[in-house]
């Protein structure tokens, strides 16, 4: 067989392994594993060869202590209550207005994952946090779970972002120029999710009502108590794109800073502390064994040499780059029914970025063209915790929503998907909204 038929293969079987429910860093190792027999014409040797230094390769890799910081920064806001500080922040300068209460919940889940990079925690989190205020305020059960739902993808799009980080080191690129390129996608979708609501309510007055004036007194005051997490975003931010600090170093201060602040507010005691550690252990031993897996099967795909031979077979068949992106984020949409985000960057990034990055898209620099893609998958990747029928965020959601049906969540998320794919639309037709501030501040 081909390298392009191995690969196949491998992919086909692997896909039976996930619809068995088999972990995904198991199912890659196991498809990868044999593969690598295979190819090695039934020997053992060469893989336990090879066996003997991934490990060690992948995890000794300094770039990835930025993980379980970033992580544990997350938990720390988690366990501390940090989250309810940024929803009365943000509720009290919006929630006077027709849908004005899910508006907030929405630019909570911004604020919450700019400190926390994951969006199943920040959907977890602030769904906690805003449910029972939305539900206070008569919100239709399908705007206030729809919102929630969508408003959590931002924790992986708004920086930092743990996908992010693993696209950088799966493709050496700079971890504080993606981040930056991140912030204005995660601001226009922030908006257009907020003028999603708007619309809604417009078009049903009685889904979203609008909630009382709060005075200025109470602004200010929300404003002050959450200025120390507002400071804390900026110390991590600008220490990246200032160049004072690397990420590994600005996530370690990030972490340290929110772990004094929720035990200075009293929002964490000695058992949040624990529970956030354990919390931190188990996901990135977690993460840690899907990369392990993963560069298992791109040990096997290099050993094909199918990235290669699909890469030259894309520029041979003479198809329109933009066609071939197209596909791409077909593809990725179809695999967000079956895995997660953080799967389907490992498992698809060493495949599709050959392709890309031998392409031409609007005569774009190598640089350029790799952090316009890394932002693009992520936001196709974000489409796959909302759409049926998986929809990680929904689940959460709806699991705390349970006088709401889990159709109806899913019939709430379906306006923000709207959204997302004009987003998506934009960013392919306007590279710029990724880099103008890359070009202007990244040097």
Request: aromatic residues 8%.
């Amino acid at each position: 067989m081909s390298g392009i038929q191995v690969g196949l293969a491998v992919f086909a079987l692997l896909l039976v392994l996930l619809v068995l429910r088999v972990p995904i860093g198991v199912a890659m190792f196991t498809m990868g594993a044999a593969g690598y027999v295979y190819l090695t014409g039934g020997n053992v040797t060469p893989l336990l060869s090879m066996l003997k230094n991934v490990a060690y390769a992948r995890l000794s890799n300094y770039d990835l202590v930025v993980i379980p910081l970033f992580l544990l920064m997350g938990q720390f806001a988690t366990h501390g209550g940090l989250s309810a500080a940024l929803f009365r922040f943000v509720s009290a300068f919006m929630g006077h207005w027709k849908g004005g209460v899910a508006m907030a919940a929405v630019g909570a889940c911004a604020g919450f994952g700019a400190i926390c990079g994951s969006s199943l925690a920040t959907a977890a989190t602030m769904g906690q946090v805003a449910l029972p205020e939305l539900k206070r305020f008569g919100y239709a059960g399908s705007l206030s779970t729809g919102a929630l739902a969508a408003g959590g993808t931002l924790g992986i799009m708004i920086p930092p972002s743990v996908p992010l980080v693993i696209y950088a080191i799966l493709t050496q690129e700079s971890i504080g120029k993606l981040f930056m390129a991140a912030v204005l996608p995660g601001i226009i979708a922030m908006l257009g999710y907020m003028l999603v609501i708007k619309i809604m309510v417009t078009v049903n007055p009685k889904s979203g009502p609008a909630g009382p004036v709060v005075p200025w007194a109470g602004r200010i005051k929300a404003l002050l108590q959450v200025a120390p997490v507002l400071g804390v975003f900026a110390v991590v931010i600008v220490g990246i794109y200032g160049g004072w600090a690397n990420p590994t170093e600005a996530a370690a201060i990030g972490a340290a800073a929110c772990g004094v602040l929720a035990m200075a507010t009293g929002g964490m005691r000695m058992r949040g502390v624990l529970a956030s550690a354990l919390g931190t252990a188990q996901a990135t031993a977690m993460i840690f064994l899907v990369l392990l897996g993963a560069d298992m099967l791109n040990s096997t795909l290099a050993l094909s040499q199918m990235p290669v031979e699909l890469a030259t077979w894309v520029q041979n068949s003479h198809m329109s780059p933009m066609l071939v992106m197209l596909v791409i984020l077909a593809i990725y949409i179809l695999l967000g029914c079956v895995m997660d985000s953080l799967a389907m960057i490992l498992l698809t990034i060493p495949i599709f970025y050959p392709v890309v990055m031998g392409l031409d898209f609007y005569g774009m620099g190598a640089t350029d063209k790799s952090i316009w893609f890394g932002i693009l998958a992520l936001m196709v990747v974000e489409i796959g915790l909302v759409h049926p029928p998986v929809g990680m965020n929904v689940y959460i959601i709806n699991r705390l929503a349970k006088d709401v049906p889990l159709k109806e969540t899913f019939r709430g998320v379906m306006p923000f998907l709207a959204s997302d794919f004009i987003r998506i639309a934009l960013l392919l037709a306007f590279p710029s909204m990724s880099l103008v501030l890359v070009r202007t501040f990244g040097g």
